[in-house]
């Protein structure tokens, strides 16, 4: 069992660089970003080869190197496997990136500290085997985070921001610190594998279920306590990426890490079906009236967090991990190259013309997108498919359907229509595709989504209406 220490490497790796950053803060590091670009791709590898170790030898958490319950442990599974590689992956990505972006700043070496120790602090987090150590490193990546929002701290609005940010953190690390001694009070362990299995349904735990479910919402920027995250612009565009990417992800995942102990408590499974669904909404339509690349992408994050918070409230949680795969792919793709996508469009000296269809032609798209999903999921099988994954099925093809729609307006080119059509299909099979090997993958690490009572209906068919009527 000696593998299940190996993904242990990747943090500390990035923290002995960012120990040589510190030393050398200035505008000409050295070798640092060399060194940190290096140390990212360590951290990659060693989490592929984590990966390898669990396909072979199976999950596991690692002894807790520490005493009393305290100290570092490792628990290796689908869950933090899919995490590590994906913050990982980004985080070096990002850090290539920086190597350019920020080439000769005053303080390129402080902020390359500052970057790694976020990015090991996150990892801390997603790999964390007792309930200690992942507090510590929640707390540790917002307090890391919030020098990197203060990099251009003359700013009055860089400071404005992060002091936003830093109450919303500090309220969401009460929670979960609260979370985290009840459910020590409720089992008499810090071992988060023995809580998953052990835990029964009692006033104790579901307190806690209330407090992991108000952590994640303040961590995941929801309606009412979203401004924080629109007015964290004024940092350096690699920072916006690695939050957007990857930071914000942390309350996801400790929604999808404690599944098990979620689904004892239904009605906070339910407050966030709710507040999810209406977050999702609303910072949707929000976003559409963004002239700003980076706010418009920053609404963009809200709703996207929304939706996987809403899959979470479902018990949908092998898609909720796999939304968190794509949209942070996405999301760190779209922030590093939106100043390519400004010039971009000021380069276009005339726009063409926009075809707008009628409201037969959008009746005609919704019936086309419905029928594409119902032939799709014949051929790849509902069977086995939760009442609440097929629901979810129908509000994408509510999107499907808005895109077909500009393909079928009078004055769209074919060209357009039959683009529009070919999308809609490969979305349709993706959709069903992703599904089935997201459940596949987490099948013995996350629970099956569990049969829908009269409440969990009366949140589907309330979610169906209302996405519907806005699409």
């Given amino acids: 069992m000696v593998y299940l220490y190996l993904p242990l490497l990747s943090p500390l790796i990035l923290l002995v660089v960012a120990f040589h950053a510190a030393r050398h803060p200035g505008m000409r590091p050295g070798i640092v970003p060399s060194l940190s670009e290096a140390a990212a791709f360590a951290a990659f590898a060693i989490s592929a080869v984590a990966a390898v170790f669990l396909v072979i030898e199976g999950p596991g958490t690692s002894a807790l190197i520490g005493v009393f319950g305290v100290g570092l442990s490792v628990r290796l599974d689908a869950v933090s496997a899919v995490m590590l590689l994906l913050v990982s992956f980004i985080g070096w990505v990002v850090l290539r990136y920086s190597r350019t972006y920020m080439d000769g700043e005053d303080r390129q070496g402080s902020f390359t500290n500052w970057m790694m120790v976020t990015l090991a602090s996150v990892l801390f ?19 890391s985070l919030h020098r990197l929002l203060l990099f251009y701290p003359a700013r009055a609005t860089a400071q404005r921001a992060a002091r936003k940010k830093a109450v919303v953190a500090r309220i969401s690390e009460a929670s979960l610190a609260g979370a985290v001694i009840l459910l020590i009070a409720a089992t008499g362990t810090t071992d988060i594998e023995t809580i998953l299995a052990t835990t029964e349904a009692n006033w104790l735990t579901v307190l806690a279920t209330l407090l992991i479910a108000a952590s994640a919402v303040l961590a995941s920027a929801q309606f009412p306590i979203h401004g924080w995250l629109t007015g964290v612009m004024e940092a350096p565009t690699p920072v916006s990426a690695l939050l957007h990417a990857g930071v914000i992800n942390a309350g996801g995942f400790l929604l999808i890490r404690f599944a098990d102990v979620m689904l004892l408590a239904p009605g906070v499974m339910a407050l966030l079906v709710m507040l999810g669904g209406f977050t999702a909404l609303f910072g949707g339509l929000v976003m559409l009236t963004q002239p700003a690349v980076k706010t418009s992408l920053a609404w963009s994050t809200i709703a996207q967090m929304a939706f996987m918070i809403m899959q979470c409230g479902l018990a949908l949680f092998p898609l909720a991990l796999l939304h968190i795969v794509a949209h942070s792919l996405y999301k760190a793709h779209a922030f590093l190259s939106s100043g390519e996508a400004v010039r971009n469009v000021a380069a276009i000296r005339r726009p063409g013309p926009i075809a707008v269809p009628s409201a037969r032609k959008v009746l005609q798209a919704f019936a086309i997108a419905i029928v594409i999903y119902a032939l799709v ?68 690490s996350l629970p ?24």
Avoid: C
């Avoid at 014949?378 to 086995?384: A, E, H, S, V, Y």
């Fill in 448 to 471: 099956p989504t569990p049969s829908p009572g009269p409440l969990e209906w009366a949140l589907i068919i309330l979610a169906l209406v209302s996405f519907g009527l806005v699409a």
């Fill in 377 to 444: 999921g014949t051929i790849l099988g509902f069977d086995g498919k939760s009442i609440q994954a097929i629901a979810l099925g129908v509000i994408l093809i509510f999107g499907v359907a808005y895109l077909l729609a500009q393909g079928l307006a009078v004055e769209a080119p074919r060209a357009l229509m039959r683009r529009t059509v070919i999308y809609a299909v490969v979305t349709s099979v993706s959709y069903f595709a992703l599904q089935i090997a997201a459940q596949s993958h987490t099948a013995g």
């Fill in 125 to 143: 987090l997603v790999m964390s085997g007792n309930l200690v150590q992942l507090l510590a490193a929640w707390t540790v990546t917002s307090l």
